[in-house]
């Protein structure tokens, strides 16, 4: 559909749903037929000075501006009495009225003490009853009381059968009562969510101008139908004039807000401008019924106008029905209330501004709602986008963590590897060169190859025990070495103490350190019984004060000079593979008193 059919098809909608107000009046009026259109006025009872009037009559304009109370009176002549109940129908009274026939009170609108009753577009249906007429002339008097003298209205009324009248009235107060009713209901409860999306959105200003237009209408709305004000008529008019003040002035702001554009006025302005039309419909109610509450109404419908035309103008800018038809219909409501607002001006349709003001907010509620669940859509997106995103990375991050775990799993066996190699070039290696040296110089004495083979076999079995799990475990390491060690002591006649409790765990205790400490007590066993030909060896360990273990090896041999072999090989490799484990290495010996290694290993050092 192209633009131009799309916006002329919605100025048929906008001229249809404008026109809609003035067409539902009319369809609830009575029939011209049951119409009387013509009475007797006074400003008393029975005033000689009674003279006919045509209806609808507005007496402001007809010599009795300052007259509150005014009476009607009707002559109607019947050949015979009616058989079916009668009924008076008063379709738009405005104010109060009561109606007598024949000297009988056929009943009231409302109460007529001050502040009085006030009908406004409500119908007022009076049944009378069949045995209050009489053949011949009927006499029926209305009392018609008015808040305001400057807006005092008669209809004309309509006389007929009660069941035909009755169902006209009933039909034109659900138009002009109930649906107005439901309207303002529906006005405060999409107030009242705009307010609440307003708390947690405070930088959404459009909410609260929704929420502020809303709950204005729904006050002004619910003040209209009251039938018997709270308070007197100046104080409860300006209480609703205040209400409309505020309603144009958040539609103004709401309507720039929404039309988009550099040149839209500034929300503050907007809203000054309401508190101002607020405070002089404030100071209207110390003022008695007259030109300031009429200029506060008639300004305050001036300005819905306005903001119903900028609606219209951005819809028909952008071909949106959903501005173009409320916008034009709270245009023509508006200036038909500004008018009516003028005593010598024709009322506007009852409905004509419920129905713009439903339209217009309910499309604009809908139009946020609808931007509200475009922001969740989008932020539902972007979660998605995020979640796959975070997925994607963490792929990527798991992939590179397995990469680097095969890097380090690569690493620490080429470490374990290279370490292997180096044990055994420093371990059987120099066993097995030691043997072939041996044979080389031909000093192949059993005895010796044998030691040398055993030596060599002694290592090999160290780096093996070395490779098995210990969890961290020095007692089954300690373990390992005394069933190592016991068989070479008993064939070589020494006696072994082995004194080793239940140790704690030393964290870390990985292969390499397990073959230091291996070798650590291998080397200090071999030169007990080498180098000090011991016959007796105390092997001890226990758990040290400092929240680690201390391990000790004494024997019974000639013991040494530390200070005189500090140059020996053996010692250097007791500290340097003591300083590997992070432990520390204490050698006690002299000459002829044996000698005591102690390692002092700190848990989690190293």
């Known amino acids: ?98 109606a007598y026939l024949n000297g009988r009170l056929l009943g009231s609108g409302g109460r007529f003490s001050d502040p009085v009753a006030v009908l406004g577009a409500r119908p007022l249906l009076l049944s009378a009853p069949v045995a209050w007429w009489q053949a011949g002339q009927n006499r029926l008097y209305v009392l018609v009381k008015a808040a305001d003298p400057r807006h005092g209205t008669m209809p004309a009324p309509a006389f007929g059968a009660e069941t035909s009248l009755r169902t006209l009235a009933s039909w034109r107060t659900a138009l002009v009562v109930t649906l107005p009713q439901v309207l303002a209901a529906a006005a405060a409860m999409l107030g009242l969510m705009m307010g609440v999306l307003w708390f947690y959105r405070r930088r959404e200003a459009d909410y609260a101008l929704l929420a502020a237009a809303s709950l204005a209408w729904a006050v002004a709305g619910f003040a209209k139908l009251v039938v018997e004000p709270p308070w007197p008529a100046p104080w409860w008019d300006a209480f609703g004039l205040a209400a409309l003040a505020l309603l144009a002035a958040a539609l103004l702001a709401f309507a720039a807000r929404l039309s988009g554009g550099a040149a839209s006025p500034p929300t503050a302005r907007w809203l000054a401008g309401g508190a101002a039309l607020a405070a002089a419909a404030a100071a209207a109610a110390w003022a008695p019924p007259g030109l300031a ?103 990527e991050l798991e992939a590179q963590f397995g990469r680097v775990r095969e890097l380090e799993r690569a690493q620490t066996l080429a470490t374990e590897r290279e370490r292997l190699m180096r044990d055994m070039h420093d371990g059987v290696g120099g066993h097995l060169v030691s043997m072939l040296a041996m044979i080389e110089a031909d000093r192949r004495g059993p005895a010796e190859l044998a030691n040398v083979v055993r030596a060599a076999l002694d290592d090999m079995r160290l780096m093996v025990d070395s490779l098995e799990p210990v969890d961290d475990d020095l007692n089954a390491v300690l373990a390992m070495f005394h069933d190592r060690l016991a068989p070479r002591l008993r064939a070589a006649k020494v006696e072994l103490h082995w004194d080793v409790p239940l140790l704690p765990e030393v964290p870390g205790l990985g292969p390499a350190r397990v073959l230091h400490v291996l070798r650590m007590l291998q080397e200090a066993v071999t030169n007990a019984i ?8 105390w092997i001890g360990a226990a ?19 530390p200070q005189a072999v500090q140059g020996g090989r053996g010692l250097k490799n007791l500290e340097r593979r003591a300083q590997e484990i992070g432990a520390h290495l204490t050698i006690h010996s002299q000459p002829g008193a044996g000698a005591r290694v102690v390692v002092t290993w700190a848990a989690g050092r190293g």
């Open 1 to 98: 559909m192209t633009p131009p059919v799309r916006r002329a098809l919605a100025l048929l909608a906008a001229a249809a749903a404008t026109l809609l107000p003035w067409a539902v009046d009319r369809a609830s009026a009575p029939p011209a037929s049951l119409l009387v259109k013509e009475a007797q006025f006074a400003e008393t009872i029975d005033d000689l000075r009674a003279r006919p009037v045509a209806l609808p009559h507005r007496w402001h304009a007809d010599g009795c501006a300052g007259c509150r109370t005014v009476w009607y009176r009707f002559d109607l002549p019947l050949a015979e009495p009616p058989r079916d109940a009668q009924a008076i129908y008063l379709a738009g009274v405005a104010d109060n009225a009561a």
């Open 293 to 395: 509450q009429d200029a506060v109404r008639a300004l305050a419908m001036l300005g819905c106008a306005v903001a119903g035309a900028w609606w219209f103008v951005a819809g028909w800018r952008d071909g949106d029905a959903r501005r173009l038809v409320p916008g034009a219909m709270l245009t023509a409501a508006g200036f038909a209330e500004a008018a009516a607002a003028l005593p010598a001006l024709p009322a506007a349709p009852a409905l004509g501004m419920p129905l713009a003001l439903g339209a217009l907010l309910g499309v604009a509620g809908w139009m946020l709602l609808l931007r509200f669940v475009e922001t969740l859509n989008a932020l539902e997106l972007l979660n998605i986008d995020l979640e796959a995103m975070v997925s994607s990375r963490t792929a």
């Open 530 to 537: 080498r180098h000090g030909h011991a016959q007796t060896l």
């Open 543 to 561: 758990a040290d004060a400092g929240s680690g273990v201390r391990i000790e090896v004494r024997d019974d041999g000639g013991g040494f000079d």
